[in-house]
């Protein structure tokens, strides 16, 4: 299977914070892969902007440095490393100040397409908006992407949008979503609304429950005063896990075109019920096998910030009364590990008898480590001796049922990244859906405030708090284990 390298026009990319970590570790080796793939027209430019005060030489130096480091094999071939820092150039900017924005300005191509990358703290985002229409470096299609956390709370995320609204239209805002990217993400929307197997019995009357799980094995060393302000909830839940419960519970919009898709997904977090106390776990990693406790890690012997959170949520429409969907996410677990699973419900008669025992079928979407979707189905298990029944995965992975094309799949910021220069806006989140997450997480993050509640203890590479696989024992279901 080959797949179609689709040609965009020729840009002019500005990473803002090109010599930070995002950028060394995710942008700018993105946009490596995506000239090796061809799909970098001539002429095109990525301009790295920062407060320091590089040469254009010293900085292809360091991008050259960090493509050797994340960009993996590709790297290896130093024409094309060469070729990619051919088309590089940096300029030091001050983004509250008027230092740099004119020979930024003498940078950019006239005729290009125009995108600005703030690869910056959300609190610089509103001088650079500023910054890039006071020095009238925008044109009517120029696009700027913003990242996560996109606000802290629904207040600072509706005046974030403001403040950006001030001086681009909504149609030129892209916020990212890395997960949205992500080649088994866009697999979910191809598996329910282009197979007539799965759509007719995606709904409550078929479906028992749905887990959405993303686990790490890391912990938030490095990270400790971001983690601390942010916490589980905010870090992964509002946005990242919220993404992939709107494309499982979404109705099939009219079509895929991005107002259409972002419609239908607000819809969903509209319908999401306010989530019970006892419907809530949160958790803190402890020390074991070596490695730190999350309050070390995080040089403050009392937090209470959660580094794992479990919620139970319900859908409150036609085609979800009574499905509930279980998210948990959590650093310092047992198993790197990103899934989605399906579980349908029982037979409503089994005519094998209690002998051949409880059997479901469950559709597991796997995201990362290793991409791919497995369906698990009921057979006769081989041999005499009656009907003994045994469930076995129609299995496939991107990377033996793609061949080396599955294997190389893009990463999500190359495709990602690319829809900007298309001015494509599906794989993004819109303001309005912005602020209905933040509307619905406000209130359970205030909750266990008001309670005092304080997060349960769980071993270190562990599957988190007992509490956690307790909420769903109360529901007759099991966690699905992690890795499997």
Not at 98 to 127: C, I, K, M, Q, T
Request: proline residues 5%; contains cysteine.
């Amino acid at each position: 299977m080959v797949s179609r390298i689709i040609p965009v026009e020729t840009f002019d990319l500005v990473v803002f914070g090109g010599t930070g970590d995002l950028a060394r570790r995710k942008i700018l080796p993105a946009l490596f892969k995506r000239y090796c793939s061809g799909q970098m027209p001539e002429g095109s430019q990525v301009i790295g902007a920062a407060r320091s005060a590089l040469s254009e030489t010293e900085y292809r130096v360091s991008v050259a440095e960090a493509l050797r480091e994340f960009a993996g094999e590709a790297a290896h071939d130093a024409a094309a490393v060469s070729g990619f820092c051919d088309h590089l150039h940096y300029v030091a900017v001050d983004a509250r100040g008027e230092v740099g924005w004119a020979d930024l300005a003498a940078l950019l191509n006239e005729g290009s397409v125009r995108a600005f990358y703030f690869s910056v703290g959300p609190g610089v985002y509103s001088d650079l908006a500023k910054g890039l229409k006071r020095h009238g470096l925008t044109e009517a299609d120029t696009r700027i992407v913003v990242e996560k956390p996109f606000g802290h709370d629904l207040e600072t995320a509706q005046k974030l949008n403001q403040e950006l609204a001030q001086y681009f239209d909504e149609s030129q805002i892209y916020r990212i979503d890395h997960y949205l990217g992500k080649e088994t993400v866009q697999n979910l929307m191809a598996v329910r609304f282009g197979n007539m197997l799965f759509e007719p019995l995606w709904n409550a009357q078929y479906i028992d429950h749905i887990q959405i799980t993303v686990a790490e094995s890391v912990g938030v060393a490095g990270r400790g005063e971001y983690y601390e302000r942010s916490g589980a909830m905010r870090d992964m839940v509002q946005n990242h896990l919220m993404q992939l419960l709107c494309l499982i519970a979404m109705e099939p919009p009219s079509q895929f075109e991005p107002d259409a898709v972002r419609d239908e997904k607000l819809k969903v977090i509209r319908a999401l019920d306010t989530v019970a106390p006892h419907h809530i776990v949160r958790g803190q990693y402890t020390a074991a096998d070596g490695v730190d406790s999350y309050r070390e890690d995080v040089d403050n012997p009392r937090s209470k910030t959660e580094s794992f959170v479990a919620l139970k949520c319900q859908v409150n429409n036609w085609r979800w009364a009574g499905t509930p969907f279980y998210l948990r996410t959590g650093k310092r677990l047992s198993e790197r590990d990103s899934e989605i699973t399906v579980m349908f419900k029982d037979t409503p008669h089994s005519i094998f008898g209690d002998e051949a025992g409880r059997h479901r079928n469950e559709l597991n979407i796997q995201l990362q480590p290793n991409e791919g979707i497995t369906l698990k189905v009921t057979i006769k298990e081989p041999g005499p001796g009656g009907m003994r029944l045994v469930d076995v995965p129609l299995d496939m992975s991107f990377a033996e049922a793609l061949g080396p094309k599955g294997q190389s799949a893009a990463d999500a910021y190359e495709r990602l990244i690319m829809d900007v220069i298309r001015g494509n806006q599906t794989l993004f989140m819109r303001d309005d859906e912005v602020e209905a997450a933040w509307a619905w997480t406000d209130p359970i993050i205030r909750g266990w405030e008001a309670r005092g509640d304080v997060p349960k203890p769980y071993d270190a590479f562990s599957f988190g708090p007992d509490d956690a696989a307790l909420m769903m024992r109360r529901d007759g279901r099991n966690w699905r284990g992690l890795g499997k």
